[in-house]
Nanobody, 123 residues
Framework: QVQLVESGGGLVQAGGSLRLSCAAS????????MAWFRQAPGKERKFVSE????????YYSDSVKGRFTVSRDNAKNTLYLQMNSLKPEDTAVYYC????????????????WGQGTQVTVSS
């Protein structure tokens, strides 16, 4: 029922920037907590960033804190991830995820996932 489609991935040089988008279906986007995860080749999927329903609170993994910024536009049903100062270790498939059920503030359980978009950072 909830469909998520990522876009904006591509090839970028180290130190460059990229902005990912995640378009969500439905009329209840503003009630979803949203998050970004990533999976590098041969590695497990890991948490990147999270944002509450209203966008008032955000969270980041230590590896991206200070370089990435998560945001959302509820009027457009879209989640964003602005990635700056990219490093080769940021290379991964990036996935967006939605939690339509949990109460505000969590704990969250992400049950809907997009297909992912490839981000490759060259050195």
């Amino acid at each position: 029922q909830v469909q998520l489609v990522e876009s904006g991935g591509g090839l970028v040089q180290a130190g460059g920037s990229l902005r990912l988008s995640c378009a969500a279906s439905g009329r209840s986007f503003s009630s979803y907590a949203m998050a970004w995860f990533r999976q590098a080749p041969g590695k497990e999927r890991k948490f990147v960033s999270e944002i509450t329903r209203s966008g008032g609170r955000t969270y980041y993994s230590d590896s991206v804190k200070g370089r990435f910024t998560v945001s959302r536009d509820n009027a457009k049903n879209t989640l964003y991830l602005q990635m700056n100062s990219l490093k080769p270790e940021d290379t991964a498939v990036y996935y967006c995820a939605a939690d339509p059920f949990s109460r505000e503030g969590g704990p969250y359980k992400y049950v809907y996932w997009g297909q992912g978009t490839q981000v490759t950072v060259s050195s």
